[in-house]
C-alpha cells in the first residue's frame, strides 16, 4: 500500500515531523477550540481562558505561516514540478492540510487586531469561532484523505488492488 505525501510526511523522520507538523499546530488549534466553548458559553471578555486563546491563536497563525511556507517551498512545488502528486487523495489531504493557513492566520491577525479592529465584541467572537470551526474541517479532511491510500480514488485496477478486489487477493 502507497501512502500519501501528508502521511509521509508524519511518518518520516520520527518523532520530529509528527511533533512539528501535527502535534504543534493541532495542539495550539484545540486549545483555541477549547477555549473557545468556554468564552463562547460564558460571553468572557477578559480573564486566564481568553488570555490563553488569544496567545494559542496568534501563536499558531505565526508557527503554522512557518510550517505553511516551509511546506510550499520543500515539498509542493518540488512534488509539481517532478509531477509526482500520488492522485486526487495526495492534492486533497496536502491542500486542505495547507489550507489550515486560512482559519490559523485569521485567528491570529484577529488577535492581533490586523483585521476586525473596528468590530462589536459579538462579531469578533462570532468570526473567531468560524474560524476556529473552519479549521476543524480542513484539518479532519487532511487527515481523512491522508491516511487513504491513494490508489483508492485513482480508479481501475489500481483501486481494485488497493481494496484488496485485484487478481490474485485472498477475500
Known amino acids: 500500500m502507497s501512502m500519501t505525501h501528508y502521511m509521509e510526511l508524519l511518518a518520516t523522520n520520527q518523532p520530529w515531523h509528527l511533533i512539528l507538523f501535527m502535534a504543534v499546530p493541532v495542539i495550539l488549534a484545540e486549545t483555541v477550540a477549547i477555549t473557545e466553548l468556554f468564552i463562547l458559553l460564558h460571553r468572557l471578555r477578559a480573564g486566564p481562558l481568553v488570555a490563553i486563546n488569544r496567545t494559542a491563536s496568534i501563536a499558531g497563525g505565526i508557527y503554522f505561516t512557518g510550517v505553511f511556507v516551509y511546506l510550499i517551498f520543500n515539498a509542493v512545488l518540488p512534488i509539481t514540478r517532478a509531477g509526482e502528486w500520488r492522485g486526487p487523495a495526495d492534492v486533497i489531504a496536502v491542500g486542505a492540510y495547507l489550507l489550515g493557513i486560512v482559519p490559523l492566520l485569521g485567528l491570529a491577525l484577529i488577535d492581533l487586531g490586523v483585521i ?40 481501475g485496477a489500481a483501486a481494485a488492488d488497493a481494496m484488496g478486489h485485484g487478481m490474485g487477493h485472498a477475500h
Open 116 to 155: 476586525g479592529r473596528g468590530w462589536t465584541h459579538e462579531r469578533r467572537l462570532a468570526r473567531h469561532a468560524l474560524m476556529v470551526a473552519l479549521f476543524l474541517v480542513v484539518a479532519h479532511i487532511a487527515m481523512i484523505f491522508g491516511m487513504l491510500d491513494p490508489a483508492v480514488l485513482q480508479g
